[in-house]
């Protein structure tokens, strides 16, 4: 298990409007009256605004869950049953044994110190026990970022990070009619064994329990591929400096041609072609300074101060 938040910090800051995941407002509200949001208490005053003037902004963790919310109210999942799922996806994932996928006790510890200075382990370790891991936890790590530590954290930890296609299975076991809940991972580079032992696990579920099962991987994709999300990943810290400098020139009306260069020594170079419509006087001007007549070509290649390379090609008729 890692924690998403050492590699993407600003997952947590509240950016992404309701418009983009297709919720209307008044149906966000209502969501928030029966609970199934994980929010605090709202504020008194905020009962006094109209529905469509109230602005709502949530972080990546929180509009993922409206996602989720969405795709079972539009199969129609009761309330109740969302509730529960709430309950289990905002708790501090748990060890348990006998849970498919669910991860071990050292996996946790050594995601949560990653957090904390080395010299301080030795000292952490032996505070820790599997009884007080979430009162532990709770304590020593600030509100926001024990988000990550979360059933909902490890989902974008599992897609945006180790690239898992991960699934919530919600389980209504046939006798008794009681829901449970668990993360089921499709680890692509996991040993035969351990494959063969999962497929025996689910196919033994399948067989036995009811199960609604949610994947993941295309709820985030439309958080961080949609066009509409694009400038909400670039405030999350999601694309490296190459790819903030690809998405400029992309988005530049001007830019006409991109040319990607990567050496041996994984050092990438741009060469962006950006094209211009100067008319009117401003282009009296610049034909006067270049000496310019009709159907030529200049290309100016600015070195630096001191140094201009101007290239002009003549069409000639015969």
């Known amino acids: 298990m890692i924690s998403i938040l050492n590699y993407y910090p600003l997952l947590t800051e509240k950016k992404i409007p309701l418009k983009p995941l297709d919720?209307?407002?008044?149906?966000?509200?209502?969501?928030?009256?029966?609970?199934?949001?994980?929010?605090?208490?709202?504020?008194?005053?905020?009962?006094?605004?109209?529905?469509?003037?109230?602005?709502?902004?949530?972080?990546?963790?929180?509009?993922?869950?409206?996602?989720?919310?969405?795709?079972?109210?539009?199969?129609?999942?009761?309330?109740?049953?969302?509730?529960?799922?709430?309950k289990f996806l905002f708790t501090i994932v748990q060890v348990d044994e006998?849970?498919?996928?669910?991860?071990?006790?050292?996996?946790?510890?050594?995601?949560?110190?990653?957090?904390?200075?080395?010299?301080?382990?030795?000292?952490?370790?032996k505070q820790l026990s599997e009884k007080n891991m979430d009162s532990f936890l709770e304590n020593i790590i600030d509100e926001e970022s024990i988000i990550a530590f979360r059933y909902i954290g490890s989902l974008l930890t599992d897609v945006l990070l180790l690239k898992k296609a991960v699934s919530i299975v919600i389980i209504k076991e046939t006798k008794t009619s009681e829901l449970d809940f668990f993360i089921a991972q499709n680890n692509c580079n996991a040993t035969i064994e351990k494959k063969?032992?999962?497929?025996?696990?689910?196919?033994?579920?399948?067989?036995?329990?009811?199960?609604?099962?949610?994947?993941?991987?295309?709820?985030?994709?439309?958080?961080?591929?949609?066009?509409?999300?694009?400038?909400?990943?670039?405030?999350?810290?999601?694309?490296?400096?190459h790819e903030k400098k690809l998405l400029k020139a992309l988005n530049d009306d001007s830019c006409k041609k991109i040319n990607v260069i990567k050496y041996d020594s994984e050092r990438i170079t741009f060469d962006i072609t950006k094209e211009v419509d100067v008319k009117g006087d401003s282009a009296k001007e610049i034909r006067k300074i270049l000496g310019l007549k009709q159907y030529e070509k200049v290309e100016v290649i600015y070195r630096n101060d001191k140094h201009l390379v101007i290239k002009n090609t003549q069409r000639e008729n015969n």
């Open 23 to 86: 919720v209307h407002p008044r149906v966000y509200f209502n969501w928030k009256q029966e609970g199934l949001l994980n929010e605090k208490e709202s504020n008194p005053n905020e009962e006094n605004i109209a529905v469509q003037r109230r602005k709502v902004f949530l972080n990546a963790f929180e509009a993922l869950w409206v996602l989720i919310i969405k795709e079972l109210r539009n199969l129609n999942i009761d309330l109740k049953t969302i509730l529960e799922l709430k």
């Open 196 to 241: 063969e032992e999962l497929y025996k696990e689910y196919a033994t579920l399948l067989s036995n329990n009811t199960l609604i099962n949610i994947p993941i991987v295309p709820l985030v994709s439309q958080l961080f591929e949609d066009e509409s999300f694009e400038k909400y990943c670039v405030s999350f810290g999601l694309f490296n400096s």
């Open 98 to 125: 006998n849970k498919v996928g669910a991860p071990t006790f050292e996996e946790i510890i050594d995601t949560f110190l990653e957090t904390i200075p080395l010299e301080l382990h030795g000292a952490i370790k």
